[in-house]
């Protein structure tokens, strides 16, 4: 069955440094997602995208946040000056539509340790 | 702006039983979408079933049913014969039908399944 996978699984990385967290969405899915979880809190979304847009961001998703569709297989989170504040879970989500019960198919996660 | 509410943070239950998670969601909106989501410890989010809220009958899944009662805006999970591998955290979401296509999630409630 087709998946939705993250790399890495585990990151840890200094206050003020830039990461790039890497997603490659099922292969006919259109619309794109990250959500995080800092631990022991509920999933919150940060963003979504379509047609190499953002269609809607939370106001988690500041300047600080990026994504990005590099090629026709990669969706890339990218936090440009990490805070100790966005350790937390990081969820990938795509989707094969955006209207409808469509299910949102999840990652596994990329946990993001900032010391 | 929406939002879900699950007031039960642990539930327990025995193995065979049967168990209910509660869920509440505020919206202004007549059209939307109610997902339960569970995430076992491997974290990864696995759709458990979903509700259409113009379908009046509720939704059922093997040993997966919801209680939908729209005008009390709740939204139950029914687990049935509850088996080990049920253990997780429950997240309960909405979803606006009106072009606005992120999950909102409650804060869950983790299920112990007691041998």
């Known amino acids: 069955e087709p998946e939705v996978t993250q790399t890495p699984s585990h990151q840890v990385t200094q206050m003020g440094q830039e990461v790039i967290l890497r997603c490659v969405p099922i292969?006919?899915?259109?619309?794109f997602y990250w959500y995080r979880q800092i631990l022991g809190q509920k999933v919150e979304f940060l963003v979504s995208?379509?047609?190499?847009?953002?269609?809607?961001k939370s106001e988690i998703f500041d300047d600080q946040f990026s994504v990005e569709r590099p090629d026709g297989s990669n969706f890339t989170l990218k936090i440009r000056s990490t805070k100790l504040e966005d350790s937390a879970m990081y969820f990938c989500?795509?989707?094969?539509?955006?209207?409808?019960?469509?299910?949102?198919?999840f990652g596994p996660g990329t946990r993001l340790t900032v010391t | 702006a929406q939002t879900v509410t699950q007031s039960q943070p642990e539930m327990s239950v025995q193995e065979a039983e049967t168990v209910t998670l509660s869920c509440t969601y505020d919206?202004?909106?007549?059209?939307?979408?109610l997902f339960w989501y569970k995430q076992p410890p491997s974290r990864q989010m696995i759709l458990v079933i979903r509700?259409?809220?113009?379908?009046?009958q509720n939704a059922t899944e093997n040993r997966f049913s919801v209680n939908f009662q729209k005008a009390a805006k709740s939204f139950s999970l029914k687990i049935s014969d509850s088996q080990l591998g049920d253990a997780a955290m429950y997240f309960c979401?909405?979803?606006?039908?009106?072009?606005?296509?992120?999950?909102?999630f409650g804060t869950g409630t983790r299920l112990t399944i007691i041998p």
């Open positions: 979401a909405y979803r606006s039908a009106y072009g606005n296509e992120k999950l909102t």
């Open positions: 509700q259409e809220a113009y379908k009046q």
């Open positions: 995208f379509y047609n190499n847009e953002i269609s809607e």
């Open positions: 989500a795509s989707s094969e539509a955006q209207t409808g019960s469509y299910e949102q198919y």
């Open positions: 292969s006919n899915h259109l619309y």
């Open positions: 919206t202004s909106e007549s059209d939307y979408y």
